[in-house]
């Protein structure tokens, strides 16, 4: 039995659709905000009713339907019970959401071994909010490429391999972005449901077993200056890594530059891009690499003071996470580097954060707890 569908997906998303203001004081900054921009909001509040009312009707419990019919469920005229009530029952739902996930999620470690390795890496993170890019099929085999440039993971595409396909229910589409996962054990063989959006799909699909692929952005796709050439970008990667052209297909490459012709660049007789900037963003690496690794790396202390007061972004990070990792030896350091540091809009938060941590650590001298009394957690 699949404790995910489409429906309960569809059902939690209702719990959404007309979401209400949760105290006075809310509705007190709504009527304040519509009157400073000259909004009528009793207009806006029940065209945003009247647009969803009949879908309200056929999902809300019967109780709150009066509220409904007179027009005052999302206003503030609605009553403070009735309001708790709708608020207490939005909450109810998506915790019933959040149950069924975390049971959906129960069945991976069972079939953790029926999978390939670079399989279960990828299972063990999130797929959400990947786009399929491509979709092949041979014989009894379905795989499928997913884009995570917008996903949780640095895994930047993604090749799902479906080995020997027992069952196969739903279909999915290229464009759609993967949601919600199952991933079961039946019969001794995997079995996975995904629930898509735009379009909407449940894709449920069964096999021996799953292989998998993934690539990496390279380090020096994030370190790249703005209006890199090709040939500088590609001087600039990392010789002894393996790279590959990405677009719907994967295709391996040597480092080598691209030949241009007339209607875009090509390794050998494949075309890879219609332009260089293009290519760019179609290479990929199978080696990940850290691209703020570099943040990480500690400042001698005869360095710190003058980073940590620099305009250098880099090295001013590098020197207050030097002494966020090692505070008691640098307290002298620390204490002058607050005694003079101006506070701006570029570096607010990073001073709060830091101030903070060493305020109660014990870090802070007198002069400085007084400067920064008034951002205080």
Known sequence: ???????????????????????DDDWDIVIREAEEEGRNLDEELSAELQEIREELLTFLPQRFHPYIYNRTINTPLLAKDVRNDYIEWMHGQQRIFEMILEQAG???????????????????????????ANIERSGNDVAIMLNMESGFTPKAMIVLRFINVWNEEGSPEIGSWYIYDELRKVNGRVALRVIFDCPEIQWTIECETIEAAYYFRPASYFEREEGIGLQDYIESLNSSYRYAFISDSILP???????????????????VAETAAECI????????????????IPLPEEELEEAALGDDIERQVRAFNTLYDNPSPNKEIINRIFHKIIIHEENEMMVSIMVNHFKKIGILDEKNTKKFQNIWD
């Open 1 to 23: 039995m699949w404790h995910l569908t489409i429906e309960e997906k569809r059902k939690f998303e209702r719990t959404s659709l007309l979401p209400i203001q949760e105290s």
């Open 106 to 132: 129960q069945g991976r470690e069972e079939v953790m071994p029926i999978l390939t390795k670079n399989a279960q890496e990828i299972f063990q993170d999130s797929l959400h909010d990947g786009v399929i």
């Open 253 to 271: 490459w040597d480092l080598k530059m691209p030949s241009e012709k007339a209607d875009g660049l090509y390794i050998e007789e494949v075309k």
């Open 281 to 296: 963003e179609r290479i990929y690496c199978d080696t990940y690499e850290d691209p703020y690794a570099v943040f990480s």
